[in-house]
């Protein structure tokens, strides 16, 4: 089991910092990741991060603002957020893969959380 927290309103320019908290099994072996839905908008990706952490890769949408990180001690992997914009708003979900890399494709990952939302006030 996934959970997902961290979500908030924030002003444009400002900072949230995403958690997901793994249960049940340990993720360490999986390559985790961050997805966002937007209202209307179809699920997109927004970062992924390989078992041990030495991989990460991002959308460009997100790149330079945003950091994917893991604490496989805790079974929990993050996601920074700055310099937040208004487009970001979104309900982000994290994801688990039994695959150990790192990929953009939602069809590859096993393990969903339930979303938390971030809303980003221009």
């Known amino acids: 089991q996934l959970q997902a927290s961290g979500g908030g309103l924030v002003q444009a320019g400002g900072s949230l910092r995403l958690s997901c908290a793994a249960s049940g099994r340990t993720f360490s072996n999986y390559g985790m990741a961050w997805f966002r839905q937007a209202p209307g908008n179809k699920r997109e990706f927004v970062a992924s991060?390989?078992?041990?952490?030495?991989?990460?890769y991002y959308a460009d949408s997100v790149k330079g603002r945003f950091t994917i990180s893991r604490d496989n001690a805790k079974n929990t992997v993050y996601l920074q957020m700055n310099s937040l914009k208004p487009d970001d708003t979104a309900v982000y979900s994290c994801a688990a893969s039994l695959y150990s890399g790192t990929s953009v494709s939602d069809h590859n990952y096993n393990y969903w959380g339930q979303g938390t939302l971030v809303t980003v006030s221009s």
């Open positions: 991060i390989n078992y041990n952490g030495g991989r990460t």
